[in-house]
């Protein structure tokens, strides 16, 4: 049974730093990608970066700012998130799909993934 379990979430000041997890149980991630999506209130979710065993994606809006690893021992995946902005504010989901030969574009779509997590919230604020 696929399990997914966000953490790390939290208030932060602009500029700070905040360093998600993503705990993953059920599955070996080296045949998985992982994805990080983020969901502000009134918007869509959209995916913020994914990783897999070969590459890693990012959105534009994140590219520079965030960093997303694995650790394979640890079955999890963590999303480092530095110089963070007011608009950085969400509920961050992870989610898994089975593969790592897709396009960015695949990866980064909500509707690529059947496994989801239960989120985990990240405000910045002063």
């Known amino acids: 049974q696929v399990q997914l379990v966000e953490s790390g979430g939290g208030l932060v000041q602009p500029g700070g730093s905040l360093r998600l997890s993503c705990a993953a149980s059920g599955f070996t991630l080296d045949y998985y990608t992982i994805g990080w999506f983020r969901q502000a209130p009134g918007k869509e979710r959209e995916g913020v970066s994914c990783?897999?065993?070969?590459?890693?994606y990012y959105a534009d809006s994140v590219k520079g700012r965030f960093t997303i690893s694995r650790d394979g021992a640890k079955n999890t995946v963590y999303l480092q998130m530095n110089s963070l902005k007011p608009e950085d504010t969400a509920v961050y989901y992870c989610?898994?799909?089975?593969?790592?030969?897709?396009?960015?574009?695949?990866?980064?779509?909500?509707?690529?993934?059947?496994?989801w997590g239960q989120g985990t919230q990240v405000t910045v604020s002063s």
């Open positions: 990783i897999n065993r070969r590459t890693t």
């Open positions: 989610a898994a799909v089975p593969g790592t030969h897709a396009s960015s574009s695949y990866y980064l779509s909500m509707k690529s993934y059947p496994h």
